[in-house]
Nanobody, 119 residues
Framework: QVQLVESGGGLVQAGGSLRLSCAAS????????MGWYRQAPGKQRELVAA???????NYADSVKGRFTIARDNAKNTVYLQMNSLKPEDTAVYYC?????????????WGQGTQVTVSS
């Protein structure tokens, strides 16, 4: 089993910055993909950013140029640096890991952290 612990959410004014972190522990052979999703009230969960082991990244169009995903493989940790935040970025943010445990790939989710951007 793998546990993901998120931190870094909060309340910030428009134009401000926040940095989210997500650390994994447990039975981990390798982590193929680390990513961040978000879900706003009344909306579906959507991909914000993701990064593969090789460093390839994928960003939602709405956050390109403002958000940066980074990972520390030694610490099994993924970060999301969020700059120039907008009220429409308000959501619960979830980290997502695709973890290979030596026999198969499993998908894990963090508990979610609230990000609120005031106008």
């Amino acid at each position: 089993q793998v546990q993901l612990v998120e931190s870094g959410g909060g309340l910030v004014q428009a134009g401000g910055s926040l940095r989210l972190s997500c650390a994994a522990s447990g039975r981990i052979f390798s982590i193929n993909v680390m990513g961040w999703y978000r879900q706003a009230p009344g909306k579906q969960r959507e991909l914000v950013a993701a990064m593969t082991t090789g460093g390839s990244t994928n960003y939602a169009d709405s956050v390109k140029g403002r958000f940066t995903i980074a990972r520390d493989n030694a610490k099994n940790t993924v970060y999301l640096q969020m700059n120039s935040l907008k009220p429409e970025d308000t959501a619960v943010y979830y980290c997502n890991y695709n973890v290979y445990d030596g026999s198969r790939v499993n998908v894990y989710w963090g508990q979610g952290t609230q990000v609120t951007v005031s106008s």
